[in-house]
């Protein structure tokens, strides 16, 4: 911190240096060399510098400039384009549509590269690909927009977490998620909700407004990564927000609303068809006869003793009762850009409201985002960027719990009423509460205050040397509020007299950082590009964590009306991180390239023998076709080969983790200490060695461009609690150990396969595939780890991926009971009679054929890791008509649906069930995959870790369908209205796929590392439908 000070003192000293008076205007206007017409919106730009405008509605610029500069003229669609200007003062300007220019500029970490000068791995997804689509957050809009990067929606919650994985899951216990870095800041990404609602995760990315992103760079390989360091084994994405133009100002609106429903609902039992199910499980077990008499009061007198209500005739639909049709979703921004030569500027508001398609959730928030530039001298400049946000969502249990209005609308009894006749609550079965309680009664409300800024200021020593200052912060405030009213059923509300509890939780980071960058030309069309920095960043985290009970009245929900107050805790949990970094790329005659980065970082995180971790990377390019002699090929436009090498890290644990620490504890009913920690001063990163090939083809002037990579990604030093000998007073304590490989291969296609030479109709496909395969290399003195639900339904074991589902493999029913008697299943292993199976149940194969089936029988039977993820786009055009098509897809995954075990469970629980039941076994000679009913299931063929219960999880879903229309030019103008558009889209429209539960794209536990592509009673996604309109002014 220290160091930066001298920096930022001799910075101010810099300040007294005259600034150069630049001494003309240059003017000219910019169309399309198709068929001349004018293109508003150009960023024209003095090469090398932050000296820019933008045309306007007519193409018209306008730019103070010095001597005779390069200025660089591109736009969205078009070639860039270099045009030197000369003496005089109008410079007109033609670009071509549809190739994609060599000269784009990408972001990379701290700068930005040419394309051509790229020799990593990476991936640029712009505004047009995210704008206007109907999500939270901007890693949503992301998925199936990039190859390698893998996003799945946990579930539909709104405002809910997002998986995403760049390369394959890296690790078994640190985090997963790539480092999201705005605007050169860092952001807070993780989930510091204090309450379980079943795992379900808070989304820290919904609290950006996707309106507000220029583009998003996605670094994939250790060469693009590795000045990341210590946090880039798992990728970096670099978001950048939109900044002002110097032109005239501009204003756009843009604003869409709609409706959402679930867009699959499975057909349950009614109450006659469960009724019989449920007669023919006591049958089958002895508790009935055949003619005994079977009503709904029969019914509740055997299960529950009888019924406080008429049951006959009662029919409900409990997810109809909890369903919201047509939940409304809506969007508005407002935003505002403009400035001239020194001073520049954008501002937007943003206002969204998701409700949620089932009751009692929703999301809701407001957002601002100022950004300014200001060039003081040709010197000297500053940039500065806030955004503040408020986000509102009210929160349901749901996701991977039995409890929740989701869970609890499958599985309640049908032959229950949602009230009793005096208007209370039913409670439906034993296990579950009321769904319709769960939805209404319980007040579930998180709020985040979310402030993100940096300051930054850059300036020219030498006309090659830059010093360049940037301070930022991210402060995140969460506040929780849940109550329980005294009319829920059950002892939380009941008996309580109302519950309730409120957590905060402050998370905040500060970020001083210093760099300079040189650049040294050496011999034609040579460079080096050299970059030099440190930073210093810190971190709290303050959590405060109070319940009470017993409340006066529904209309006094606060602690301070609590008549006693059960628990309170508070911690502060501080983290630092100090870094240096370098950076040096080569272009030698514009053919070789050559990249080197280097990072140290020190974080607090790890033991005092592993403080610091060192991470370079090294990667070369060629451009084949700039040598002299490469024969000309008249298709071929460009052809680079890349290849790469470099060390990430991950520091995401906790942050105390290497500490020998003590607890609360006590013996003998008396209070003490306890030993709960062990210390480990050896703890350090998890070390990911990255190697990549690559190869960028162009074709036909760039209207077709291939990306092609393969690498291979291994993580050493693996954090896991390694197990102890238990009179240490402790099972286990942290350590490094283990290693996991991801080998994959990439394919990006982009082609222009019309323009608008042809009648003004124009076509342009995006293609990504992406093949990844995960394996665990190596484990704690080889010993399987096992998981999941009945703590073995999944495995971590060397050779196999992470997500390898365990359990029983079955060999469908035993239709006879002479089929039975053939697999040596009628009697047991000491020849007894074997009641326990019959005709009619389910036939698990006895792997090690010992005549039993015991948990010496698990086995693997498959994994949540796809074959191949990928995206498909489709945008058209045609005068002032667009449609864009995009698709998504994800093939060979497998998932595990445990809460199959109840709602296919014919008897032995009291659950409705999925109407697959009405096609059971029922009598000798039956041929069907549905074993018998039965209430006492001997044969455990409800178990839920069984291939009855995987399924194949590929699907290809129509993500979104656009159409737009814009108004022609003649018509808007006359109303002084710069653009007029107008669409209507339509999210998650069809999905095509085998899978017989609510949504393919699950994770159990919201963003769980190890216990993936799991279903239980997850959340489901809805399909949406919005119109909107953008207008420009």
Same mark, same amino acid.
């Given at each position: 911190?220290?160091?930066?000070?001298?920096?930022?003192?001799?910075?101010?000293?810099?300040?007294?240096?005259?600034?150069?008076?630049?001494?003309?205007?240059?003017?000219?206007?910019?169309?399309?060399?198709?068929?001349?017409?004018?293109?508003?919106?150009?960023?024209?730009?003095?090469?090398?510098?932050?000296?820019?405008?933008?045309?306007?509605?007519?193409?018209?610029?306008?730019?103070?400039?010095? +001597?005779?500069?390069?200025?660089?003229?591109?736009?969205?669609?078009?070639?860039?384009?270099?045009?030197?200007?000369?003496?005089?003062?109008?410079?007109?300007?033609?670009? @071509?549509?549809?190739?994609?220019?060599?000269?784009?500029?990408?972001?990379?970490?701290?700068?930005?590269?040419?394309?051509?000068?790229?020799?990593?791995?990476?991936?640029?997804?712009?505004?047009?690909?995210?704008?206007?689509?109907?999500?939270?957050?901007?890693?949503?809009?992301?998925?199936?927009?990039?190859?390698?990067?893998?996003?799945?929606?946990?579930?539909?919650?709104?405002?809910?977490?997002?998986?995403?994985?760049?390369?394959?899951?890296?690790?078994?216990?640190?985090?997963?998620?790539?480092?999201?870095?705005? /605007?050169?800041?860092?952001?807070?990404?993780?989930?510091?909700?204090?309450?379980?609602?079943?795992?379900?995760?808070?989304?820290?990315?919904?609290?950006?407004?996707?309106?507000?992103?220029?583009?998003?760079?996605?670094?994939?390989?250790?060469?693009?990564?590795?000045?990341?360091?210590?946090?880039?084994?798992?990728?970096?994405?670099?978001?950048?927000?939109?900044? $002002?133009?110097?032109?005239?100002?501009?204003?756009?609106?843009? @604003?869409?609303?709609?409706?959402?429903?679930?867009?699959?609902?499975?057909?349950?039992?009614?109450?006659?068809?469960?009724?019989?199910?449920?007669?023919?499980?006591?049958?089958?077990?002895?508790?009935? +006869?055949?003619?005994?008499?079977?009503?709904?009061?029969? =019914?509740?007198?055997?299960?529950?003793?009888?019924?406080?209500?008429?049951?006959?005739?009662?029919?409900?639909?409990?997810?109809?009762?909890?369903?919201?049709?047509?939940?409304?979703?809506?969007?508005?921004?407002?935003?505002?850009?403009?400035?001239?030569?020194?001073?520049?500027?954008?501002?937007?508001?943003?206002?969204?409201?998701?409700?949620?398609?089932?009751?009692?959730?929703?999301?809701?928030?407001?957002?601002?985002?100022?950004?300014?530039?200001?060039?003081?001298?040709? *010197?000297?400049?500053? !940039?500065?960027?806030?955004?503040?946000?408020?986000?509102?969502?009210?929160?349901?249990? !749901?996701?991977?719990?039995?409890?929740?209005?989701?869970?609890?609308?499958?599985?309640?009894?049908?032959?229950?009423?949602?009230?009793?006749?005096?208007?209370?609550?039913? &409670?439906?079965?034993?296990?579950?509460?009321?769904?319709?309680?769960?939805?209404?009664?319980?007040?579930?409300?998180?709020?985040?205050?979310?402030?993100?800024?940096?300051?930054?200021?850059? &300036?020219?020593?030498?006309?090659?040397?830059?010093?360049?200052?940037?301070?930022?912060?991210?402060?995140?405030?969460? !506040?929780?509020?849940?109550?329980?009213?005294?009319?829920?059923?059950?002892?939380?509300?009941?008996?309580?007299?109302?519950?309730?509890?409120?957590?905060?939780?402050?998370?905040?980071?500060?970020?001083?950082?210093?760099? @300079?960058?040189?650049?040294?030309?050496?011999?034609?069309?040579?460079?080096?590009?050299?970059?030099?920095?440190?930073?210093?960043?810190?971190?709290?985290?303050?959590?405060?964590?109070?319940?009470?009970?017993?409340?006066?009245?529904?209309?006094?929900?606060?602690?301070?009306?609590?008549?006693?107050?059960?628990?309170?805790?508070?911690?502060?949990?501080?983290?630092?991180?100090?870094?240096?970094?370098?950076?040096?790329?080569?272009?030698? %005659?514009?053919?070789?390239?050559?990249?080197?980065?280097?990072?140290?970082?020190?974080?607090?995180?790890?033991?005092?023998?592993?403080?610091?971790?060192?991470?370079?990377?090294?990667?070369? $390019?060629?451009?084949?076709?700039?040598?002299?002699?490469?024969?000309?090929?008249?298709?071929?436009?460009?052809?680079?080969?890349?290849?790469?090498?470099?060390?990430?890290?991950?520091?995401?644990?906790?942050?105390?983790?290497?500490?020998?620490?003590?607890?609360?504890?006590?013996?003998?009913?008396?209070?003490?200490?306890?030993?709960?920690?062990?210390?480990?001063?050896?703890? *350090?990163?998890?070390?990911?060695?990255?190697?990549?090939?690559?190869?960028?083809?162009?074709?036909?002037?760039?209207?077709?461009?291939?990306?092609?990579?393969?690498?291979?990604?291994?993580?050493?030093?693996?954090?896991?609690?390694?197990?102890?000998?238990?009179?240490?007073?402790?099972?286990?304590?942290?350590?490094?150990?283990?290693?996991?490989?991801?080998?994959?291969?990439?394919?990006?296609? !982009?082609?222009?396969?019309?323009?608008?030479?042809?009648?003004?109709?124009?076509?342009?496909?995006?293609?990504?595939?992406?093949?990844?395969?995960?394996?665990?290399?190596?484990?704690?003195?080889?010993?399987?780890?096992?998981?999941?639900?009945?703590?073995?339904?999944?495995?971590?074991?060397?050779?196999?991926?992470? +997500?390898?589902?365990?359990?029983?493999?079955?060999? $469908?029913?035993?239709?006879?009971?002479?089929?039975?008697?053939?697999?040596?299943?009628?009697?047991?292993?000491?020849? /007894?009679?074997?009641?326990?199976?019959?005709?009619?149940?389910?036939?698990?194969?006895?792997?090690?054929?010992?005549?039993?089936?015991?948990?010496? /029988?698990?086995?693997?039977?498959?994994?949540?890791?796809?074959?191949?993820?990928?995206?498909?786009?489709?945008?058209?055009?045609? *005068?002032?008509?667009?449609?864009?098509? =995009?698709?998504?897809?994800?093939? +060979?995954?497998?998932?595990?649906?445990?809460?199959?075990?109840?709602?296919?469970?014919?008897?032995?629980?009291? /659950?409705?069930?999925?109407?697959?039941?009405?096609?059971?076994?029922?009598?000798?000679?039956?041929?069907?995959?549905?074993?018998?009913?039965?209430?006492?299931?001997?044969?455990?063929?409800?178990?839920?870790?069984?291939?009855?219960?995987?399924?194949?999880?590929?699907?290809?879903?129509?993500?979104?369908?656009?159409?737009?229309?814009?108004?022609?030019?003649?018509?808007?103008?006359?109303? *002084?209205?710069?653009?007029?558009?107008?669409?209507?889209?339509?999210?998650?429209?069809?999905?095509?796929?085998?899978?017989?539960?609510?949504?393919?794209?699950?994770?159990?536990?919201?963003?769980?590392?190890?216990?993936?592509?799991?279903?239980?009673?997850?959340?489901?996604? %809805?399909?949406?439908?919005?119109?909107?309109?953008?207008?420009?002014?």
């Amino acid at each position: 911190m220290k160091r930066l000070l001298l920096i930022l003192l001799v910075f101010i000293n810099m300040l007294s240096f005259s600034a150069m008076a630049q001494d003309r205007t240059i003017s000219g206007r910019v169309t399309s060399s198709a068929d001349g017409s004018a293109l508003p919106g150009v960023s024209v730009v003095v090469k090398g510098t932050t000296n820019g405008t933008s045309t306007d509605a007519d193409g018209r610029y306008t730019l103070s400039v010095s +001597g005779t500069p390069v200025l660089v003229f591109s736009y969205l669609g078009f070639n860039t384009r270099e045009v030197t200007a000369g003496s005089g003062s109008n410079l007109d300007v033609t670009l @071509a549509e549809g190739s994609r220019s060599l000269n784009e500029v990408v972001v990379i970490g701290y700068g930005t590269q040419e394309r051509r000068e790229v020799t990593g791995a990476t991936t640029q997804v712009t505004a047009a690909a995210i704008e206007n689509v109907p999500v939270a957050g901007v890693d949503q809009a992301l998925q199936g927009r990039a190859a390698g990067v893998q996003i799945s929606q946990n579930s539909g919650t709104p405002g809910g977490g997002v998986t995403v994985r760049v390369r394959g899951s890296s690790s078994i216990s640190a985090s997963n998620q790539p480092l999201y870095v705005i /605007d050169g800041v860092p952001m807070t990404t993780g989930d510091y909700s204090q309450l379980d609602f079943g795992g379900q995760s808070i989304n820290a990315l919904s609290d950006l407004s996707p309106s507000d992103i220029e583009s998003m760079d996605i670094l994939k390989d250790a060469s693009a990564a590795a000045i990341y360091g210590s946090r880039a084994a798992n990728g970096v994405i670099l978001i950048t927000t939109k900044r $002002g133009k110097a032109n005239k100002t501009t204003i756009n609106l843009n @604003a869409y609303t709609g409706i959402q429903n679930m867009w699959k609902k499975p057909s349950y039992l009614n109450a006659a068809d469960y009724l019989q199910v449920m007669r023919e499980a006591f049958i089958n077990d002895g508790y009935l +006869g055949e003619d005994d008499p079977w009503t709904a009061t029969d =019914f509740g007198n055997f299960y529950y003793g009888g019924f406080d209500f008429d049951p006959e005739g009662v029919d409900t639909d409990w997810m109809d009762q909890v369903t919201v049709k047509d939940a409304r979703i809506s969007n508005y921004e407002l935003s505002a850009s403009g400035g001239d030569a020194k001073t520049r500027y954008y501002v937007s508001g943003n206002y969204f409201d998701q409700k949620g398609i089932i009751i009692g959730s929703g999301y809701e928030r407001y957002s601002g985002r100022l950004n300014l530039d200001h060039s003081y001298s040709d *010197k000297l400049s500053f !940039s500065a960027g806030v955004q503040l946000s408020l986000s509102e969502n009210q929160r349901i249990v !749901s996701d991977n719990t039995v409890i929740g209005p989701f869970a609890n609308s499958l599985a309640a009894s049908p032959v229950f009423p949602v009230y009793y006749e005096d208007g209370t609550y039913t &409670y439906p079965n034993y296990f579950y509460t009321n769904p319709v309680a769960e939805g209404r009664e319980n007040d579930n409300e998180s709020k985040n205050l979310r402030a993100i800024g940096n300051i930054s200021a850059r &300036y020219t020593i030498l006309p090659k040397l830059n010093l360049n200052l940037k301070a930022g912060a991210d402060v995140l405030n969460l !506040s929780e509020r849940s109550y329980t009213g005294d009319n829920f059923p059950g002892s939380v509300g009941i008996a309580t007299q109302g519950s309730a509890t409120k957590t905060t939780t402050l998370v905040s980071k500060r970020l001083l950082e210093a760099t @300079a960058d040189y650049r040294w030309d050496f011999g034609t069309n040579s460079y080096v590009n050299l970059l030099a920095g440190t930073s210093a960043e810190e971190n709290d985290i303050d959590r405060t964590f109070v319940t009470g009970q017993g409340f006066p009245s529904e209309r006094f929900r606060y602690l301070s009306s609590a008549t006693s107050v059960n628990s309170g805790s508070n911690s502060i949990t501080p983290y630092a991180l100090l870094s240096y970094f370098g950076r040096a790329n080569f272009n030698i %005659s514009d053919r070789y390239l050559l990249g080197l980065n280097f990072r140290a970082d020190g974080s607090t995180r790890f033991g005092e023998n592993n403080r610091y971790g060192y991470f370079p990377s090294v990667s070369v $390019g060629w451009r084949v076709l700039e040598e002299s002699f490469m024969p000309e090929v008249a298709a071929l436009s460009e052809l680079k080969l890349r290849a790469s090498y470099g060390i990430t890290g991950n520091q995401e644990i906790g942050d105390f983790t290497f500490l020998g620490l003590f607890g609360a504890g006590g013996y003998a009913n008396r209070p003490g200490i306890a030993f709960s920690q062990i210390e480990n001063p050896d703890l *350090k990163w998890e070390e990911t060695k990255q190697f990549n090939i690559g190869a960028d083809l162009g074709l036909f002037s760039n209207r077709v461009n291939l990306a092609i990579d393969y690498y291979i990604k291994t993580t050493d030093d693996l954090l896991y609690n390694r197990p102890i000998p238990t009179q240490n007073g402790l099972r286990s304590y942290s350590s490094n150990i283990g290693s996991v490989e991801n080998k994959g291969l990439e394919f990006t296609l !982009s082609t222009v396969n019309f323009t608008s030479d042809n009648k003004g109709f124009t076509w342009n496909t995006d293609f990504n595939l992406s093949f990844n395969r995960n394996k665990v290399l190596e484990l704690y003195q080889g010993q399987d780890i096992f998981y999941g639900f009945g703590g073995n339904s999944l495995v971590l074991r060397e050779g196999e991926p992470i +997500g390898t589902f365990y359990g029983f493999k079955t060999n $469908g029913i035993f239709s006879t009971t002479q089929q039975v008697i053939d697999a040596g299943r009628y009697v047991d292993a000491n020849g /007894d009679d074997n009641i326990d199976t019959q005709a009619g149940d389910v036939n698990f194969v006895d792997i090690n054929e010992d005549g039993e089936i015991t948990d010496d /029988d698990l086995t693997i039977l498959g994994n949540a890791q796809p074959d191949f993820v990928g995206g498909l786009t489709n945008t058209f055009s045609y *005068k002032g008509l667009d449609l864009t098509a =995009f698709f998504q897809f994800s093939v +060979g995954n497998d998932i595990a649906n445990p809460a199959m075990q109840y709602q296919q469970h014919l008897g032995a629980y009291d /659950d409705n069930m999925r109407d697959i039941v009405l096609d059971r076994w029922k009598k000798e000679g039956d041929v069907t995959n549905t074993p018998r009913a039965t209430y006492l299931d001997e044969n455990g063929n409800n178990r839920s870790n069984q291939d009855r219960f995987i399924y194949d999880g590929s699907y290809a879903r129509l993500k979104n369908l656009m159409l737009g229309y814009t108004l022609p030019g003649t018509l808007t103008q006359r109303a *002084k209205i710069r653009s007029v558009r107008i669409f209507a889209q339509a999210q998650n429209l069809i999905t095509f796929t085998d899978y017989p539960g609510f949504d393919p794209e699950v994770n159990f536990a919201g963003t769980s590392n190890t216990t993936i592509g799991v279903d239980f009673y997850t959340f489901p996604q %809805s399909r949406t439908f919005t119109f909107g309109v953008n207008i420009g002014l």
